[in-house]
């Protein structure tokens, strides 16, 4: 070894040997210093990237809360396990007061830079989602509102009931054939096919093959494993996002293509038939409708905007009602008998002459307490999203469960940590059992403040109607019409976490309880109690 090599080398041993000192002062003078937590999540953000790569950070995130929530000599929770670290200056926090402060309607806490690592590295662009300025915020999600609303929801329940018609077809497919088939695959193309049409007016055409179609589920889900993972470190996005485009045709760039070719087509319809009512179909969709907003005034809500709200509801709402659709009709199998009550609630409505025939509407089910209990139910027991929705702590600093948080620290609550917390759920909050929401409207209501499935505050999902719209048709529907089965009872599901908490492998068979004849009236084969 040369003179000048080794003088290189000592040199950067120093730089290292000074950069860990400083770790380990800074994680020792650190005023939050006696918050519990893993040990290495004191030092560096690595902890939480291993955490988060490890794919299971919602089961590792509740074990830590219950971890250090040592109760005292009278069996009361210290509230020492309420707040976690997860990162230098990250918390996670297991608190209903804290849920009141952070994600309040008003909140002056914005989004974590986390967030940054799922949008468009360029910076004019923004979408609802992962948008970090609370004001351009708004006003975007202002002008789009309308396009969320229930009335909105009337036009596209057409587009839903063609989707739920083609998924019958083939599950009378499977029954026909006794096959075994997984769940989550059938959720997911449902789930793709409704916000394809109910956006771009055209279904990806899963359901019709029954397969991924130029692997846009899996680019999406690569795209996922991307943004949780490098939102860890989302200062590297910049840089990462633009290697990773020099892949072929990675991530999310085949949906950008097929997006773009829907918006096109529409457009130049427009162009020529002045009346955008004409040329597609229900008239319903999203596109539609902001390709009207873009007509009537180009510079409120351009191009780019229509294409970025598109491209924003396929990613924000496909997996996500498909993990939720699973986490139903998984519970109902895997508690037959909920399943039981539930089809007694469905057969009643009928034998009364309330749900029409062939598909029960969203007006019908929602008169159906106990279905929509099930579907709650299945929501906090498998909420979509799998890490906490990590919020800026603001300028003057915050106190929550009691602790002084300086400006700029990160809080946030998973899901996932507050849906199987006790004291709020109750003593079985980790068992399905929807009855919990139909016992007292003063517990119920306050388990209703904590309900984390679609977020909270300003930053609530903005699809919640319409994804509620898609699981309360589909799910009657499925129940009348076919009887599903798990092939192992006892069987957990595996599931991968990347920000999403999709479930693998749920094995099951179906049988059918009508035969739909051609003039679309039924004959009943089978009792949905037999
Ligand atoms: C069961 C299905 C769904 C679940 C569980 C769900 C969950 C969520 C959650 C938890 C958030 C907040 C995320 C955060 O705070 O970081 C969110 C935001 C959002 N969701 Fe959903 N979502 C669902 C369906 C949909 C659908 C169908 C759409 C679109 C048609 C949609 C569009 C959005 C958008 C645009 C945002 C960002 C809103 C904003 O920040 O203003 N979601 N969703
Ligand atoms: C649950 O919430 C309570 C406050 O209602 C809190 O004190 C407690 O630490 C939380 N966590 C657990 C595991 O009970
Ligand atoms: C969803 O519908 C309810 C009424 O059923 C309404 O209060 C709420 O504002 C709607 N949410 C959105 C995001 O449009
Ligand atoms: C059927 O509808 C009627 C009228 O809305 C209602 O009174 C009745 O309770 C409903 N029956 C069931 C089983 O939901
Ligand atoms: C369809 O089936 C349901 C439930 O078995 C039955 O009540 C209804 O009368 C049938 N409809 C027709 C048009 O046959």
Do not use: T, W, Y
């Given at each position: 070894m040369s003179f000048h090599t080794s003088h290189v080398i000592t040199f950067f041993s120093i730089l290292i040997v000074i950069r860990l000192l400083v770790l380990l002062v800074q994680a020792w003078l650190h005023p939050l210093r006696d918050v519990p937590g893993p040990f290495w999540a004191r030092f560096s953000r690595l902890w939480y990237l291993h955490a988060v790569s490890r794919g299971d950070f919602h089961k590792i995130n509740v074990g830590l809360h219950q971890k250090y929530d040592r109760t005292n000599a009278y069996g009361v929770p210290s509230g020492v396990g309420s707040v976690v670290r997860i990162a230098p200056g990250q918390y996670s926090i297991d608190d209903p007061e804290a849920i009141k402060i952070i994600y309040s309607?008003?909140?002056?806490f914005v989004k974590a830079p986390w967030y940054l690592a799922s949008a468009?590295?360029?910076?004019e662009s923004h979408d609802l989602f992962t948008d970090r300025n609370p004001r351009r915020h708004s006003e975007n999600r202002r002008k789009v509102a309308a396009l969320y609303s229930m009335t909105s929801l009337v036009a596209m329940e057409g587009y839903v009931s063609e989707c739920t018609s083609v998924l019958f077809q083939r599950l009378s497919e499977l029954a026909a054939s006794a096959q075994t088939f997984d769940l989550q695959h059938w959720m997911q193309y449902y789930a793709f096919d409704v916000i394809g049409s109910i956006t771009?007016?055209?279904?990806?055409g899963f359901l019709d093959v029954g397969a991924d179609q130029n692997g846009l589920i899996a680019a999406l889900h690569s795209y996922l494993v991307y943004s949780a993972r490098v939102g860890v470190y989302s200062e590297w996005h910049p840089l990462l996002s633009k290697l990773v485009t020099?892949?072929?045709?990675?991530?999310i760039s085949r949906l950008q293509a097929f997006a773009e070719q829907q918006i096109s087509t529409a457009s130049n319809n427009l162009g020529h038939?002045?009346?955008?009512?004409?040329?597609?179909?229900?008239?319903?969709?999203f596109l539609t409708r902001l390709l009207k907003m873009h007509s009537d005034n180009p510079s409120k809500l351009t191009k780019a905007d229509i294409f970025t709200t598109c491209i924003t509801n396929i990613g924000a709402g496909s997996d996500t009602t498909s993990v939720s659709l699973t986490s139903v009709m998984y519970h109902l199998m895997a508690n037959p008998s909920k399943y039981e009550t539930l089809c007694a609630e469905i057969h009643e409505a009928d034998k009364q002459g309330n749900l029409s025939s062939p598909y029960i509407s969203f007006q019908e089910a929602q008169k159906l307490p106990y279905l929509q209990a099930c579907i709650k139910e299945a929501l906090r027991m498998h909420p979509a999203t799998g890490l906490p929705l990590a919020r800026v702590v603001p300028e003057g600093g915050t106190t929550l469960c009691g602790r002084f948080f300086p400006a700029g620290s990160i809080v946030g609550v998973n899901a996932w940590v507050i849906h199987s917390n006790k004291s709020v759920f109750g003593a079985d909050a980790e068992l399905y059992r929807p009855e919990r929401w139909l016992e007292s409207s003063e517990l119920s209501s306050a388990m209703d403040r904590n309900f984390m499935a679609f977020g909270g505050g300003a930053r609530t999902c903005i699809g919640k109607n319409i994804s509620l719209l898609e699981i309360g048709t589909l799910v009657p529907n499925l129940i009348r019409a076919f009887h599903f089965e798990l092939v192992d009872q006892n069987l957990e599901p595996e599931c991968e976490n990347v920000w999403f908490v999709k479930q693998k492998n749920i094995r099951c068979k179906v049988r059918s309880l009508q035969v739909t004849s051609d003039s679309g009236k039924n004959v009943s084969v089978n009792d949905a109690l037999g």
């Open positions: 309607h008003s909140s002056p468009n590295a360029n910076p771009l007016q055209k279904r990806f020099l892949l072929p045709m990675s991530g038939e002045k009346d955008v009512s004409i040329n597609v179909g229900q008239g319903g969709s």
